[in-house]
């Protein structure tokens, strides 16, 4: 039977990669890979999923060195001469071996007011928005994102400016500043400013490139700068 | 430095990256015409010697280097050194400051026909 050679992180931020031989098979992923050698290589392997179909958003790795979700990632297409190299994600801690404490990634969306705030109560209408409106289009664009981690592992920025906020919570108030029921707009506007909100961005794309959903969160950072800029003409913040 | 500086720092950077990129392409050109064409230094000299266009030209153009480079090397500081504050950007302030001191003492020479 054909043999896949997998490397896999083990240890904290310390540790090394250690190897393994998995059986290949059709239409495998890498999330097949990691099970198999957890069932049956090495109980002790820590790692983290749940659906299985990418929903979840919580099996994402660096998969010979790329931030991918591991669930929908066939080794067919990122298998190297028969070689798989998985690490876990980049710019977060590593609890153990492919587990990322995901807390400041999670944080940066509280600090980013990712949080919607209405002023409607149940005894209210629903509210009217078109989908052919200018903002519900750009919500429209941003709002499938599942919180794999996979744009903030692949973002250079975050590398170099640890309180910079990242592509994902940027994306979420993005589509927050959009939505015309929420009332938090100048809040908001005000937490994702300046040098470790959107204004950072480089516009390198990573995390366009890698989202596994396909959004393009440096388009909706793009919109944040001209947003906040023009708030801070008006003196709104 | 408050959050409201930092983004009309970013606002000033791409003001300035947008003059820079019409003023870069008109120099270039203008260089390439002058060489191409067999201009000495003298003659070069004698055509903006007292040219009020190619002084408010390269005027504009020392300024937004003036602006442009030290908010960059404010950012590249941080993300490559983590050096963030008010020494770095008392520091840049003092680069863009002599940016334009010898930009300007340049522009005047040319313009002017005194030592540059």
Redesign the interface.
């Known amino acids: 039977m054909e043999t896949l050679q997998v490397r896999i992180w083990r240890g904290t931020e310390e540790g090394g990669f250690q190897d393994f031989e998995v059986p290949r098979q059709e239409s495998q992923t890498v999330l097949d890979v990691v099970t198999y050698v957890q069932r049956k290589c090495d109980p002790t392997l820590a790692y983290r999923f749940a659906c299985r179909v990418g929903v979840c958003g919580s099996c994402a790795m660096t998969v010979n060195g790329v931030s991918r979700w591991t669930c929908r990632t066939h080794v067919d297409k990122v298998a190297e001469d028969n070689r798989v190299e998985i690490a876990p994600l980049r710019n977060l801690p590593v609890i153990k071996d492919l587990v990322t404490d995901m807390r400041e990634f999670f944080d940066k969306w509280a600090k980013a007011r990712g949080r919607f705030t209405g002023s409607a109560t149940r005894k209210e209408a629903f509210a009217k928005v078109s989908p052919e409106s200018k903002e519900r289009k750009r919500i429209e664009a941003g709002i499938e994102c599942i919180g794999c981690g996979v744009c903030y592992s692949a973002c250079d920025v975050v590398t170099w400016n640890k309180d910079y906020l990242g592509p994902a919570a940027l994306n979420r108030a993005w589509t927050l500043i959009n939505d015309v029921r929420d009332t938090a707009r100048t809040e908001r506007l005000a937490a994702v400013a300046g040098d470790a909100g959107c204004h950072a961005c480089h516009t390198h794309l990573n995390c366009t490139e890698r989202c596994p959903k396909s959004l393009s969160p440096t388009a909706g950072i793009a919109g944040l700068k001209r947003a906040v800029l023009a708030a801070t003409l008006s003196g709104e913040i | 430095?408050s959050?409201?500086s930092?983004?009309?720092l970013?606002?000033a950077q791409r003001v300035s990256a947008m003059v820079l990129a019409l003023c870069v392409a008109v120099h270039l050109l203008t260089m390439i015409y002058a060489v191409r064409s067999g201009l000495s230094a003298a003659e070069i000299l004698g055509r903006t010697q007292g040219n009020v266009g190619w002084l408010l030209f390269y005027t504009v153009f020392v300024l937004a280097v003036a602006v442009h480079a030290p908010i960059g090397l404010r950012?590249i500081i941080?993300?490559?050194t983590n050096a963030?504050g008010r020494g770095v950007d008392m520091l840049v302030a003092v680069i863009g400051i002599a940016l334009a001191a010898w930009g300007m003492r340049a522009v005047i020479g040319v313009f002017g026909g005194g030592a540059a």
Do not use: A
Request: proline letters at 0%; hydrophobic letters at 30%.
């Open positions: 430095m959050r409201r930092e983004v009309l970013w606002g950012t941080g993300e490559t963030r």
